[in-house]
């Protein structure tokens, strides 16, 4: 009765939250690693900068590129069509118009043609991204980019810790875009980090005015740790904290990473195999339980480097599948999000793609919080729910 009881609480997070408290404590305690160097070295690139957030680089990246980099008239960014809503911010806090290419809803991976059709002269960059770790491709998006004379910005905030061809994602493009933010890989409170071997210079022009000590990082992270413990992570779900909701703000703040993120995140990253190694595991167990019909296609080495992405016959998630830890991603696609349209061109293509994707695509979740027998129960309730209902 009373374990009945117990299990009905459960709730599981849908990403990482288990930074280990060593890794905590030691960044209070000892003088800081630098955290630069380390993501260098892990990334394999001799420049980066760190930052708040992605979105803030991305803003900085931007607006430098504007300034600085091609000619004038240059004046749209070219953003996947299927997004998270902070890479469309960016563009707009930068003063830039946003224009979308499709994706492929099968793969989850760019529609070259769409992206072939919507590529201008006008188009100062092109943003692709490695969803969950699944690495766009590069050759294809590199050689229409350079033909075009725009830039290739790489979002791979989802795919730290994979490599392809000995590369990591992120240095395949111009620019590398990284994210240490709440269910990214390495989730460290706030931070964000720019790679780019072939465009220090650019690099070396992004300047922050402010930088906090990250007490509330180091905040968060605790509370985090604590009370994703499933008997507790009910109640920041109850409460209107906002968590994982999305939405369209260029207002964001545009800061340095924390002094206290950089420490946490110097320690965290020696870790990041082994939270990469699970999530692969766990990962293989859902693709072997779970419907083929459900699957995304494509990318077999694809690490799900935050959550496991499927496509489910149903619209609303049942409440049994939300305490199992699903969730849906971004609620719509970038061109049926109101707020976003004032900021994108008007002719900008349909993306029936990106709008299936968004009414479809469920994530399930990987992190070490998740076991393998816990897999693979929720893979049978995942089949249970479906099949109560309709498949369309
Ligand atoms: C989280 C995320 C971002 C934004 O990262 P922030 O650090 O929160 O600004 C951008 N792109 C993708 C694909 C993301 O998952």
Redesign the pocket.
Known sequence: MALNFLRNLAWYPPAETQIPWGVILSACRRKPKSFKQALCSYMNVNHCVLG???????FKLIAALKQYGVEKQRTEVLIPGY??Y??AA?VAKAGLTITVYDLDPKTLQPDLDSLEKAISTKTLAIVT?H?FGRISPMDELKQMARANGSYLIE?A??SLGRVKNGMPPGTFGDFG?L??????PLPVG???ALVSKNYPAILNTIRWENAGKGYDDLFLCVAVKIMSKPVFYWLPEMLPLGLGKTVFDPG?SVNNISSLAERIAADAITVLDDFNSHRRRIADIYTQLLNQNWQIKGDEYAISA?RYPVMLPFQNLPLTLKKLGLRRMYPYAIGAEKAIKSYMHPNTQPSPGAIEISKRLFTVPTHMGIDDKMAAQISLAIQASASRRSYK
């Not at 708040?52 to 991305?58: D, G, P």
């Not at 994210?179 to 990214?184: D, L, M, P, V």
């Open positions: 708040q957030s992605a979105r803030a680089l991305l997004t998270c902070s890479v960016a991204q969803l979002d905030a989802q875009l994210s240490f933010g709440r269910g990214k706030n931070g964000g964001f935050v």
